[in-house]
């Protein structure tokens, strides 16, 4: 079983940026690609990007044209580089399989948006 670690959250001030890390136990393409997702207090889970093992990224509408999704093979992680970060991209951030989450979900990194 996969295990992930989440890292590079933290607070920060509204147009600020941040680089959020997933380290996998293993090897992190088989099947599927990898996924961040994140959830907002008192609020679901959601996707945020994903790349596919041919390297082809996907985007919630919401963070399409800010955030960037991009993954070292050699490393096992994958990274998201968050630009001109808003209040309403607080929440803990994930990583898992895409598109279906297989592994077992980490402890996450807090992002918090505030002046």
């Known amino acids: 079983q996969v295990q992930v670690v989440e890292s590079g959250g933290g607070l920060v001030q509204p147009e600020g940026s941040l680089r959020l890390s997933c380290l996998a136990s293993?090897?992190?393409?088989?099947?599927?690609?990898m996924g961040w997702y994140r959830q907002a207090p008192g609020k679901q889970r959601e996707f945020v990007a994903a790349?596919?093992?041919?390297?082809?990224?996907r985007y919630a509408n919401s963070v399409k044209g800010r955030f960037t999704i991009s993954n070292d093979n050699a490393k096992n992680t994958v990274y998201l580089e968050m630009n001109s970060l808003k209040p309403e991209d607080t929440g803990v951030y994930y990583c898992?399989?895409?598109?279906?989450?297989?592994?077992?979900w980490g402890q996450g990194t807090q992002v918090t948006v505030s002046s």
């Open positions: 790349i596919t093992r041919s390297a082809n990224t």
């Open positions: 293993g090897s992190i393409f088989g099947s599927d690609g």
């Open positions: 898992n399989s895409f598109p279906l989450a297989r592994f077992k």
